[in-house]
């Protein structure tokens, strides 16, 4: 029994080794990158700047009550977009849309919960959700169909049905879903669509829901025929083909769910945090969530560990910004670093003397693996 | 070196140089095996000397030290008598070790000369290459060889006989005396396999030592001067081959007694299973290459396609199991037109399917032999319950396949990239037969030991035997001719005759296969 456990946990190390070492490098660069920017601020050069930084970073983020919640509520769309992300990776794809997905799913939720405002709260709120998930599904489903008919690599048509649907809900917000009374372009309040708040002033239905996605995906993946299908071919198309799965249909509804996920991350935040679309909101979740999957290795409980991660980033930058004058932007320094540093790993290895095993960085082969394939021959 | 000098097996050692490469003791542990024992290897100059072993059996180890790919725990290597340390190919490049590996390392659209003179360029100034210069050296070479090339001409566009000449020209070409080559007729022609084969007599006689790897038993005793038997780590036995017979070595190598020939009673065919007529399919460049196909396979009888490899058998197979739509003709099993069916439409129609290439369709590597065992019938019961798979009846399974078909592996949840080559044919040929109507059996043999071809033969007579209808398709003619109840001998996409077991002459068939006329 004891042994059982160990042998999990030394398997889950075995993992988890190479993101833990990028975080570990990341931050250490990070803190000379602040020490090296205090000699140029009001507070001149201080050494030992970074630890108060990094410590009121940590204080911000699990400081508190308040603070453990932010960083919950942060993390929540990221779960959501960082699964979509690494569920398409498992099939081989690299949906870049998620972007897209999640601006598409917050202005579905806006509007079909601004429509419902005053709706009762459990209709309003799942009716809502729905919407901004399928809107999300749509908008996979189109790159996904494309790659399995035509072979048009997802990675360009989802780039480019971000600015698409970016620009196609800038029309549309100050066009056909305005609603009346604002002085600027916006869709109406949300009223009981609004997810409800659990816990504290702002924890709401939307981190429960963010957790089970964990589960439900891992689930899927792990135990049921579809997970099956997705991860065979992800891993050999043609040995799929071979055993009757047809990668036409597996691929189109892998970026379908794919896009589910993006949007119940849109309309997770939407109906959680922002209230109402407007022209210029931010899809950086769409961005953070590749580099969430990238870091949880596509692994839904990978996911979920480095979705609290970047969500303790968001949430406790602002304190440390206020305390220790280091701005927030550190933060997209350190994630960045992070990325690059998964993303070279050998450097990694290097500094860390880790010892390379093959075939154990999922993810990462399969970004490499579906920029060199073309097209899933049918 | 002259052909007197020339060490003679039998020969009396004392007038002997020293021999051009010795291993001593040479021990390689692997977690949970052993993967090199105390090897003792002694290979003379001008001589062609056989490492005969099943897959797995350690010789590709034993070359890997020798090469400086991997170290080894224990032993002496000696090159002409000199104790030598090899850390890496580098070392063995300098110590005069060539090799030519089973998959080539070759750039398919650089030119000869370039491939050839990759990492070792004759420079023409500091950054120019003095292409002239190697393409001449190339063709001297060539010519030393007993053959000639074109230096100009881009890999790609070659036949792969010629692609392993390449490889033995590069090592050459580095001045290797000692050439190492790992299986080198396994991709090969059975013509291309004699061109080789002089070419490695021509190198001999003029002094060069040869190991010469493979499992082959016909070939390792036409071609080898001596012959060392490995098994499972340990060398087994030293022949020459006037000394021995095929029997003999397959015994030593299996450890046991096997049957090089198959045993089959008379075929009894029942009612048409698989109908092919006027057949047309095209191939991934569009090219047809299948043209005008008719075949019949009926119950309780094995039908073997002859034919040299690209001859459009590949194609016809994956037409009739639902992977490539034919593009005219018609597919029926058991009266049934199943000419556009899908893959999945094909197999519960109840067809099984051996590919010829298991690593690229026939298995996911990354997958656990656990789920490699289901991976056609994963959504059946009592695989899956609905949508949910059930890991115990999976794993059950597994074990029942792993056991009955004597697939080596710790178990089934280890990943079937870990297992040997033929034992990742035999995890493939477990799941695919069964209770088929038709089996189809693409190369079921290519490439793997003595042992394993005996029992997936076994197998399949043991299945027509139960009344299922095999087609078998080799480019291995002596495996067509034993196994087949009737041979069919296809030739650039055409049927261009068809035998019974009974009367099929080897030579007709041999030429038809390389000509498409007997005459």
């Known amino acids: ?378 | 070196m002259s052909e007197g000098e020339r060490a003679v097996p039998g020969a009396a050692r004392s007038s002997l140089p020293p021999p051009a490469l010795e291993m001593r003791g040479i021990t390689k542990r692997f977690p949970g095996t052993l993967a090199n024992d105390h090897i003792d290897l002694e290979v003379r100059p001008g001589e062609i000397h056989a490492l005969l072993g099943e897959n797995g059996a350690g010789k590709t180890t034993l070359m890997n030290i020798l090469y400086g790919l991997i170290s080894p725990d224990e032993g002496e290597i000696r090159i002409d008598g000199e104790p030598v340390a090899i850390r890496d190919p580098a070392d063995a490049i300098a110590r005069g070790i060539g090799m030519v590996h089973q998959h080539f390392m070759l750039v398919p659209v650089l030119t000869v000369a370039e491939n050839v003179v990759l990492g070792a360029e004759i420079m023409h100034g500091p950054v120019l290459l003095d292409q002239a210069g190697a393409a001449k050296r190339i063709r001297s070479l060539a010519e030393q060889l007993g053959f000639t090339i074109d230096p100009n001409a881009r890999v790609e566009q070659l036949s792969v006989g010629q692609q392993q000449r390449i490889e033995i020209l590069k090592a050459l070409y580095r001045r290797a005396r000692i050439l190492v080559l790992d299986e080198p007729t396994a991709v090969l022609t059975p013509q291309e396999t004699e061109e080789i084969f002089a070419v490695l007599r021509r190198l001999r006689d003029e002094g060069a030592s040869i190991v010469f790897i493979s499992h082959k038993l016909d070939e390792v005793l036409r071609i080898a001067d001596r012959i060392t038997v490995i098994r499972r780590g340990r060398v087994v036995g030293e022949r020459v081959p006037a000394a021995t017979t095929e029997q003999e070595l397959a015994d030593l190598m299996v450890g046991r007694s096997v049957s090089l020939r198959v045993d089959r009673g008379v075929a009894h065919p029942g009612e048409v299973v698989l109908e092919v007529r006027g057949l047309h399919v095209r191939d991934d460049r569009r090219h047809e290459v299948v043209r005008g196909v008719d075949l019949d396979v009926r119950h309780g009888e094995i039908v073997g396609v002859a034919g040299v490899a690209g001859n459009g058998q590949e194609e016809l197979v994956e037409a009739i199991v639902g992977l490539r739509r034919p593009s005219a003709g018609r597919i029926m099993l058991r009266g049934r037109d199943r000419t556009t069916a899908s893959p999945r439409e094909v197999r519960a129609a109840g067809v099984g399917y051996v590919p010829a290439d298991r690593q690229r369709y026939g298995l996911v590597l990354s997958f656990t032999v656990g789920d490699n065992c289901v991976l056609t019938e994963y959504r059946k019961a009592p695989y899956a319950r609905g949508v949910v798979r059930d890991e115990r009846a999976i794993r059950r399974r597994a074990e029942e396949l792993i056991a009955e078909y004597d697939v080596r592996t710790p178990g089934p949840g280890v990943r079937a990239s870990t297992l040997s080559g033929g034992n990742q044919q035999k995890l493939v040929v477990a799941r695919e037969f069964g209770d088929d109507e038709l089996l189809i059996l693409d190369q079921p043999t290519r490439g793997i030991d003595v042992g394993s071809t005996e029992f997936i033969h076994k197998q399949a007579i043991a299945q027509r035997d139960a009344g299922t209808a095999v087609l078998l398709v080799s480019a291995d003619l002596d495996e067509v001719l034993e196994l087949s109840d009737r041979v069919v001998v296809i030739h650039r996409g055409r049927v261009v005759g068809e035998f019974d077991a009974a009367s099929a002459e080897r030579e007709r068939i041999g030429l038809l296969m390389a000509r498409g006329v007997a005459a």
């Open chain 1, 1 to 378: 029994m004891i042994a059982a456990v160990r042998a999990r946990l030394a398997s889950w190390w075995r993992v988890a080794t190479l993101p833990v070492l990028a975080i570990v490098l990341a931050l250490a660069i990070a803190a000379v990158i602040i020490v090296a920017s205090s000699a140029f601020t009001g507070t001149g050069f201080f050494p030992l700047l970074p630890i108060y930084a990094y410590g009121n970073l940590f204080a911000g983020a699990f400081g508190s009550d308040i603070a453990l919640n932010n960083t919950l509520v942060a993390a929540a769309p990221l779960m959501l977009g960082g699964l979509a992300i690494g569920l398409g990776f498992k099939a081989g794809l690299f949906n870049i849309g998620v972007a897209g997905q999640f601006l598409a799913g917050a202005f579905a939720a806006a509007v079909v919960g601004s429509s419902l405002a005053t709706a009762p709260v459990p209709v309003a709120v799942a009716v809502s959700l729905v919407a901004g998930g399928l809107a999300g599904a749509a908008l996979g489903a189109i790159p996904g169909f494309l790659k399995a008919r035509t072979g048009a690599h997802e990675v360009v048509t989802t780039i480019m049905l971000n600015n698409a649907t970016a620009l196609l809900l800038a029309w549309a917000v100050t066009d056909l879903a305005r609603a009346p009374g604002f002085t600027f372009p916006r869709t109406g309040d949300i009223g009981t669509s609004a997810l409800p708040v659990l816990l504290g002033r702002n924890l709401h239905l939307g981190v429960p829901l963010a957790f089970a996605a964990v589960f439900l995906i891992r689930w899927l993946l792990d135990r049921t025929t579809l997970g099956f299908e997705i991860r065979a071919v992800g891993a050999n198309p043609n040995a799929a083909r071979y055993a009757g799965i047809s990668p036409l249909l597996i691929v189109t509804l892998t970026m379908s769910l794919s896009g589910l996920l993006g949007g119940l991350a849109g309309a997770v935040q939407m109906l959680g945090v922002i209230g109402f679309y407007a022209s210029g909101i931010s899809a950086s979740v769409g961005f953070d969530s590749i580099a969430v999957a990238l870091l949880g290795r596509s692994d839904p409980i990978g996911i979920l560990f480095a979705a609290l991660l970047f969500g303790a980033f968001r949430a406790g930058a602002p304190l440390m910004q206020i305390t220790t004058q280091v701005p927030i932007e550190i933060i997209d320094i350190i994630q960045a670093l992070i990325i690059l540093f998964l993303a070279a790993e050998l450097i990694v290895r290097r500094v860390f003397r880790v010892r390379a095993r093959p075939l154990e960085i999922e993810g990462a082969t399969t970004v490499t693996r579906t920029w060199a394939e073309g097209s899933v021959r049918t």
